[in-house]
C-alpha cells in the first residue's frame, strides 16, 4: 500500500494543496439473510431481455412471485476501497462514499477535466475531509460472486456495516489505525438504498446521511430497468471477465436515459460512462432492491436527500410533481426518516440522475458538504 498525490483542481482548492489517497483491499467478515430465488442465470441477450420483461411486469411483484426461501449467507470476503485524506494529515471525520448501480468507486473521483467532477476532491481539497469509498461486494475490483442468490442487496449493506465499524475500531490499516469517532455516511441511488438500509438496521452506526439521486417512490424504477438496454455485461468489450447473470447498458443510449437530463452534460463524460467507467448490475441485487429501503428509519442524527429534478428512477423524470402536502418526491421520503434531525430535501434544479457527472455538480457537492459542516459534521 503507498499513498499517491492526486493534483488538485487549482481553482477550487483552498485548504490543502494535494490530497493523498490510497487504494487497498480489506477483507471483512459478512453474514445476511439473502433470498434463494427460483431464477435460473439468463444466458443469451434474448433472455436477458426476458428477465428484465419479467421483472417490469405491471400489477405484480416479480420478486416475490420467485422467492422460495431464505438462506444465510456468510463468510470473508474482499473489498477494494480507496482512502483520502489532506496532505497535511486525516481529518477528524471521513465521509463513507457508496456508490450505485452502473458504476464502481471511480464515481467519487472522476479523472476527466482534472478532476473537475472529483466529489472527493472537493470533500478533501476544499473542505478537509477523510474519504472512504468503496466497490460494492461483488462488482469492480472487489470480490465478484454468483450473480442470482449470492451478490445481493443484504450482503452488499452487511460489508458497510462492517466497513464502517472497523473505520471506529481502528482496523483498517491504511487509515494508519485511525478510529474514528465522527463517521458520516453518503450514497448514490443503489449507495442510498444500502445507506438507508444500513442505518435502519443500526440507527447509531453513522453520525449524519447525505442520499443523494434517492427517494423513497418504487414506481418509476421500471423506466430504469426498461431504459438501460441491459445486455450480458460480458458482451460488452470493458466486462468481458464477469459470469453470466451480470448485466450492463448495451450502449450509450442506455446510459444517457438512465443518468444524464437534456443540455446538463459534456458528451465526453457520457462516453465515460457507457465505456470506462460503466459496471454492472446482478440478478439478485435487481431482486432485492425493492425490500432494502422498506422498513421506516429511525436515525436521529442530521439527514440530506439531494435528487436531480428530472431524476428517472427515482422521480419519473419530474421530482416536483409530487402528493399534495409535499414539496417533492424526495421530500416525501424524509416521512419514513421521523426521528431524522434538520432533516432536509434538496433538489438541484434540471439535473438528471447521474448528479457527479452533470454541469449542476458544483452545487450538488457544495449543498451536501455544506449541510455537513452547518449541522455539527465538519470535518474536525
Ligand atoms: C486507485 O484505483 C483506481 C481505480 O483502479 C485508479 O484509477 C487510481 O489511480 C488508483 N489510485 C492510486 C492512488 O493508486
Ligand atoms: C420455478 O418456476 C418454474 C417456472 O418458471 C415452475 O415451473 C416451478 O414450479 C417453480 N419452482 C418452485 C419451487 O417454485
Ligand atoms: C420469465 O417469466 C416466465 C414466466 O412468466 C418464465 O417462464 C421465464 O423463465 C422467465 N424468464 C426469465 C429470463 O426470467
Ligand atoms: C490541516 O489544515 C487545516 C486547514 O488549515 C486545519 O484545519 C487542520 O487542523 C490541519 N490538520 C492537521 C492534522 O494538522
Ligand atoms: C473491528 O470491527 C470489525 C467489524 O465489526 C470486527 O470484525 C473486528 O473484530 C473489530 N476489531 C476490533 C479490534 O475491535
Ligand atoms: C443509540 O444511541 C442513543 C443515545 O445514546 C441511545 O439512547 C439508543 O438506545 C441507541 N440505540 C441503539 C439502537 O443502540
Ligand atoms: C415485492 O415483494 C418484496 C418481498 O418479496 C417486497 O419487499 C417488496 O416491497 C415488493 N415490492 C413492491 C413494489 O410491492
Ligand atoms: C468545472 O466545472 C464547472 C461546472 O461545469 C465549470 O463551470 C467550470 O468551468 C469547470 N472548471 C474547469 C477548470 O474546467
Ligand atoms: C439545517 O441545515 C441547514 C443547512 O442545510 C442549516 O443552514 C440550518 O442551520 C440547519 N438548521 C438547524 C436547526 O440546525
Not at 473537475?116 to 473542505?127: G, L, M
Not at 483498517?172 to 469517532?181: A, K, P, Q, V, Y
Not at 434517492?214 to 445486455?231: E, H, K, M
Request: net charge negative; glycine share 10%; with cysteine.
Amino acid at each position: 500500500m503507498k499513498f499517491s498525490t492526486a493534483v488538485a483542481v487549482a481553482a477550487i482548492a483552498s485548504l490543502a494543496e494535494a490530497r493523498q489517497c490510497a487504494n487497498f483491499t480489506v477483507p471483512v467478515q459478512l453474514s445476511a439473510r439473502n433470498g434463494v430465488f427460483n431464477q435460473t442465470t439468463p444466458v443469451t441477450n434474448i433472455d436477458v431481455t426476458n428477465f428484465f420483461l419479467n421483472l417490469t411486469q405491471q400489477g405484480g411483484n416479480y420478486s416475490a412471485a420467485t422467492l422460495t426461501g431464505y438462506r444465510t449467507v456468510s463468510g470473508t470476503y474482499n473489498i477494494e476501497a480507496t482512502y483520502c485524506r489532506p496532505d497535511n494529515g486525516s481529518a477528524n471525520t471521513v465521509q463513507v462514499l457508496t456508490h450505485g448501480i452502473g458504476f464502481d468507486r471511480t464515481y467519487w473521483d472522476v479523472s476527466y477535466n482534472n478532476f473537475n467532477y472529483s466529489y472527493v476532491a472537493e470533500a478533501v481539497d476544499t473542505y478537509g475531509y477523510s474519504t472512504f469509498s468503496w466497490d460494492r461486494l461483488g462488482v469492480g475490483m472487489s470480490q465478484h460472486g454468483e450473480p442470482v442468490n449470492e451478490i445481493q442487496a443484504l450482503l452488499e449493506v452487511d460489508a458497510l456495516r462492517a466497513l464502517t465499524q472497523m473505520l471506529r475500531n481502528g482496523s483498517i490499516e491504511c487509515t494508519g489505525g485511525r478510529r474514528f469517532n465522527k463517521i458520516v455516511h453518503v450514497g448514490h441511488s443503489f449507495g442510498s438504498d444500502h445507506t438507508y438500509a444500513l442505518t435502519a438496521m443500526y440507527p447509531n452506526i453513522s453520525d449524519g446521511i447525505a442520499l443523494t439521486g434517492f427517494s423513497q417512490t418504487g414506481t418509476f424504477v421500471p423506466y430504469f430497468a426498461l431504459g438501460g438496454n441491459f445486455v450480458q455485461a460480458n458482451t460488452m468489450p470493458a466486462l468481458s471477465g464477469y459470469v453470466d447473470g451480470y448485466f450492463a447498458s448495451g450502449d450509450p443510449t442506455g446510459a444517457q436515459t438512465n443518468f444524464f437530463a437534456p443540455g446538463m452534460f459534456d458528451p465526453n463524460l457520457l462516453t465515460l460512462a457507457s465505456t470506462s467507467l460503466g459496471q454492472p448490475v446482478t440478478v439478485g441485487e435487481l431482486l432485492t432492491i425493492g425490500a432494502e429501503t422498506a422498513s421506516v428509519n429511525h436515525i436521529a442524527k442530521p439527514v440530506l436527500i439531494i435528487t436531480g429534478g428530472r431524476d428517472v428512477p427515482f422521480c419519473g423524470g419530474n421530482c416536483l410533481v409530487a402528493p399534495p402536502g409535499f414539496s417533492s418526491i424526495p421530500q416525501q421520503a424524509l416521512t419514513t426518516l421521523p426521528n431524522a434531525v434538520n432533516g432536509t430535501a434538496v433538489i438541484v434544479p434540471n439535473a438528471g440522475h447521474g448528479l457527479n457527472l452533470e454541469y449542476s455538480h458544483p452545487f450538488t457537492y457544495g449543498t451536501i458538504n455544506n449541510y455537513f459542516v452547518q449541522n455539527g459534521l465538519g470535518p474536525h
